[in-house]
């Protein structure tokens, strides 16, 4: 008779307790990233998009707490520019990524392109290639809390 554990591949691996920041910072924008594409995605096929999040709301008949899944409204990275350009800036938090030496912005040629321009930033992103000003954002969001 076999045993069920002998047919697994085991191993001695431990589960990092802290990550770190510069892996969660970049996760972080990741995650708005990718809503960003989704909201794009939709916004090109001509749908609404808006995720849902669990948010704890007071019930006006019982007066209890009680959490409900609800839809989100997320703002778009896309503009319109003077000129009719689009324009697509990433942010981190409140703040605007420098993503080169003076400029802030990403110029779409077609409002239809947004999502494949924020294919190349999630890459680029998740090459670490943006690890600095992640850490020059963070640094000014953190200096606003400060008293």
Same mark, same amino acid.
């Given at each position: ?22 892996? @969660? ?5 990741? /995650?708005? &990233? ?6 794009? &995605?939709?916004?090109?096929?001509? @749908? ?12 006006? %008949? ?18 319109? *520019?003077?000129? *009719?350009?689009? &324009? ?5 938090? +409140? ?5 080169? /030496?003076? /400029?802030?912005?990403?110029?779409? *040629?077609?409002?239809? %392109? ?16 943006? %690890?600095?000003?992640? =850490? =020059?954002? +963070?640094? /000014?969001?953190? %200096? *606003?809390?400060?008293?």
């Amino acid at each position: 008779m076999t045993r069920l554990l002998e047919t697994l591949k085991l191993t001695s691996a431990r589960k990092q307790r802290a990550i770190p920041d510069v892996i @969660r910072r970049r996760n972080k924008l990741l /995650k708005k &990233l990718t809503e960003q594409r989704d909201l794009a &995605l939709a916004h090109s096929e001509g @749908r609404n998009y808006a995720p849902m999040r669990l948010r704890t709301v007071l019930d006006k %008949d019982t007066e209890r707490r009680i959490v409900r899944e609800m839809p989100v409204r997320i703002k778009p990275c896309w503009w319109t *520019g003077e000129k *009719g350009e689009t &324009l697509l800036a990433v942010n981190y938090g +409140s703040k605007i990524l420098e993503l080169s /030496k003076g /400029k802030t912005a990403v110029e779409v *040629g077609n409002a239809k %392109d947004i999502a494949s321009v924020l294919d190349v930033i999630i890459s680029a992103v998740q090459n670490a290639e943006l %690890d600095a000003q992640i =850490a =020059a954002a +963070s640094v /000014k969001l953190r %200096d *606003g809390f400060k008293r």
